[in-house]
């Protein structure tokens, strides 16, 4: 279980650094408030979104299958529905980027699969390595 919440401590700081820099960048080169509010908003609910999914299946793990099964669609549901709020608030409100938004909604599963691909060290050996019949 230790594991799981350093795996997820992990992704969540790597989110926070990448919407860091990607604000930073925003700021430093559009110099547009609503680019910056919109990586704010999206990522914000992505970090949010992601811990509740960890813990959603941290108590389905505990339950019987059936009932596991129900827990985790309704969560889904709930969640998906706070992402297309998240996209509606950001359409219809002038303050916020659209598409900072999306990119806010996207960054932790970024992480999710850089993490993946850069932590496997054997994945890069086999890339590099030369086949010798």
């Known amino acids: 279980m ?3 919440k350093e795996l997820e401590r992990k992704i969540i700081r790597a989110a926070v ?4 820099a990607l604000i930073v960048i925003a700021a430093l080169l559009l110099q547009r408030i609503t680019v910056v509010l919109g990586l704010i908003f999206g990522g914000a609910i992505a970090i949010l979104n ?5 813990r959603t299946l941290q108590r389905a793990v505990h339950k019987a299958p059936a009932d596991a099964s129900a827990y985790t669609t309704f969560k889904y549901f709930i969640r998906f529905a706070l992402s297309g709020v998240v996209l509606y608030v950001a359409a219809v409100n002038d303050q916020v980027d659209f598409l ?7 960054s932790v599963k970024l992480v999710v699969y850089a993490t993946n691909l850069f932590d496997d060290k054997n994945f890069f050996k086999r890339i590099f390595k030369r086949k010798e019949d």
């Open 100 to 106: 900072a938004t999306i990119v806010g909604l996207l």
């Open 50 to 54: 992601f811990i509740e999914l960890s």
């Open 17 to 20: 650094i990448l919407l860091g």
């Open 2 to 4: 230790e594991k799981v």
